[in-house]
């Protein structure tokens, strides 16, 4: 059976044009969210550091109408540390299926990672660090993902100031958009993602949408918050979270309008 269609997804993606009524597999979050994980996630293997080692690794899939990953082969291969690094990111993707008409189908695609050591030095340098740290050891490997209530101990965010919670972080920390001041615009904005072991979000979506830079502002304030990770059997895993973000205006002493922000968070 022949790989009818590829999709490019690595740190500077290519965007294919495709007819509106056949939609591929698409990255939950969508093609953005993807780049912002990969930067965040990626750790360039040491030795491939040491030894110069630089290119590209291509990883062929088939996905099933549900959006599972079936069938993996690599297309390119790199270096076995590369290869193994890039995999790893890969297998933590989800994905929306392919819909053709409306109607999920199957469909394959192509993941291409890019490894440059030059960018990759300026990269860690933006985000603060070259490996992740592990709040809580051991760590489960299988790459499962579990629903919030079915965990020993759940995710809870982790702050520097042990005085704050996560509703007065976000309170101090989100900017209600100029835009949806001026539309007068409230309403709800549910985040969806999932925690990984190391404590940083990914796979981030948008499940409840407001609009008017909302959206955006909802996923910048979740991915400012590391976690303490869900744990099951002692082990620490990835967990299926959401948080919900009430973006409010009402009267002020003045007469105008003030943002009043509330939140909560869960499974």
Not at 1 to 26: N, R, S
Request: hydrophobic share 40%; glycine share 8%.
């Amino acid at each position: 059976m022949k790989w009818t269609w590829f999709l490019i997804l690595c740190l500077f993606p290519c965007f294919i044009a495709v007819p509106q009524e056949y939609i591929h597999i698409q990255p939950v979050g969508g093609k953005g969210q993807l780049r912002h994980f990969i930067d965040q996630e990626l750790v360039y293997p040491e030795t491939c550091l040491a030894s110069g080692t630089e290119g590209k690794v291509m990883i062929a899939f088939k996905a099933s109408e549900k959006g599972q990953i079936k069938l993996i082969r690599f297309h390119q291969k790199l270096s076995p540390a590369c290869d193994r690094e890039a995999m790893r990111i890969f297998r933590m993707i989800e994905w929306h299926p392919a819909t053709n008409l409306g109607i999920p189908v199957a469909d394959s695609g192509m993941f291409e990672m890019e490894f440059n050591i030059k960018k990759y030095k300026r990269l860690c340098k933006s985000r603060g660090y070259s490996g992740h740290f592990y709040p809580f050891e051991p760590t489960d490997t299988s790459g499962i993902v579990y629903n919030y209530r079915n965990l020993e101990t759940a995710p809870h965010p982790i702050f520097t100031n042990d005085k704050i919670n996560l509703a007065a972080f976000i309170a101090a920390n989100l900017r209600y958009p100029d835009a949806a001041i001026k539309q007068n615009l409230s309403g709800v904005v549910k985040v969806g993602f999932i925690v990984e072991p190391h404590g940083r979000p990914s796979n981030i979506q948008i499940l409840n949408s407001l609009g008017a830079g909302c959206n955006e502002e909802a996923i910048r304030i979740v991915r400012l918050i590391k976690w303490m990770p869900g744990t099951v059997n002692h082990l620490a895993v990835r967990t299926r979270m959401s948080i919900s973000i009430n973006f409010s205006l009402e009267p002020g002493s003045d007469g105008n309008t003030v943002p009043n922000i509330r939140s909560s968070y869960g499974g």
